[in-house]
């Protein structure tokens, strides 16, 4: 195939933050885009859903795409933690199916979307060969999810990212929750104790495209260069976004009695990227900067 040829590329998940971004990095040829939603289906995007067993597997057989990028999966982590079995159908078991039906498509490449969450958090940042040990459902379900979709071939890739965020008027990610409510004057906790590499999503789009056309395989950590911690990430991001730092209150994220453990010293090394697609993780200044100039022309729509 020569490089200009159409390549079929699925993207699952396509209404997301990092789906929707793909849709625009991907959307130039030689790439033929077919997407789908889930409870944001409709207009371009193909329903699927992932919590029903063979659905995503049919779909692949029916499309034979060249490249499957599965942005979408079940991401809320306390819902996984209630949910176990439902987390393992979307982000284990309907990947499975889909690595299954793509073995019979000559070069085809899966790529699965993992996090740091796979880590216990005691020695973060962690490059790829670390050892794993997920303390929550989600970071176990995600676990499986590249082992059954790296086990499956070779060609496999499965990038690992770590709190990701973007302007996303309709979206949830941690900076939007930010923006909303200190926006309207409402207090906002956030964990002293956790830390993580945050990870630009328009950046992270962009890498994603360059590892598919490097062939890159196995595990890629994909994140930003700057290890802080939430309540840091939180302030600084105030402060550039010019909102109320002071109703940002600092706690433990034992304090928050949610139900799934979290991973405290997590955050992803990110040395193999360098070596292939280097320089292109925006820090959380740059970022956040970024997030500012969309969060404007936002307005003046
Ligand atoms: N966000 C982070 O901080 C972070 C950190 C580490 C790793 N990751 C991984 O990176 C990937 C992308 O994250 P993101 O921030 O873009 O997530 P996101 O915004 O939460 O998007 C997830 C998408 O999954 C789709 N989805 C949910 N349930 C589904 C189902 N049953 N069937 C089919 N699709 C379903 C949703 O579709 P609808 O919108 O149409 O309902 C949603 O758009 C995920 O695999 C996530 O685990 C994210």
């Not at 077919?34 to 057989?61: C, N, P, Q, W, Y």
Request: glycine letters at 8%; hydrophobic letters at 40%.
């Amino acid at each position: 195939m020569s490089a200009l040829s159409p390549r079929k590329v699925l993207i699952i998940g396509a209404a997301g933050q990092l789906g929707r971004l793909c849709l625009k990095t991907f959307s130039y040829a030689p790439y033929q885009i077919t997407a789908t939603g889930f409870s944001r289906s409709g207009r371009d995007l193909i329903h699927l859903d992932l919590s029903k067993e063979g659905k995503a597997g049919e779909m692949v057989s029916r499309l034979r795409p060249d490249i499957t990028l599965l942005c979408g999966g079940m991401t809320d982590v306390e819902g996984c933690e209630s949910s176990r079995e439902k987390a393992f159908q979307i982000n284990v078991q309907s990947p499975m199916d889909i690595v299954r039906e793509m073995k019979n498509i000559s070069s085809s490449k899966f790529v699965y979307l993992s996090t740091d969450y796979v880590f216990d958090g005691n020695a973060g940042p962690y490059d790829e060969l670390a050892e794993t040990g997920p303390l929550n459902v989600y970071g176990a379900s995600k676990l499986a999810g590249e082992k059954a979709v790296l086990e499956a071939s070779d060609r496999n890739l499965v990038v690992r990212t770590t709190t990701v965020y973007s302007f996303q008027p309709d979206g949830n990610n941690f900076m939007m929750q930010l923006l909303k409510r200190l926006s309207q004057g409402e207090k906002m906790r956030v964990p002293i104790d956790q830390w993580a590499t945050p990870t630009y999503a328009p950046d992270l789009a962009l890498v994603l495209k360059k590892l598919v056309e490097a062939d890159a395989r196995g595990i890629v950590n994909v994140a930003g260069p700057d290890f802080i911690s939430r309540l840091n990430f939180a302030k600084t991001s105030a402060r550039i976004l010019n909102l109320d730092e002071g109703l940002i209150e600092g706690l433990l994220t034992a304090e928050l009695k949610q139900k799934a453990k979290r991973p405290l010293k997590a955050g992803l090394r990110t040395s193999l990227l360098e070596r292939t697609a280097g320089g292109l993780m925006r820090g959380i200044e740059a970022g956040i900067s970024d997030f500012k100039s969309h969060l404007a022309q936002h307005a003046l729509k």
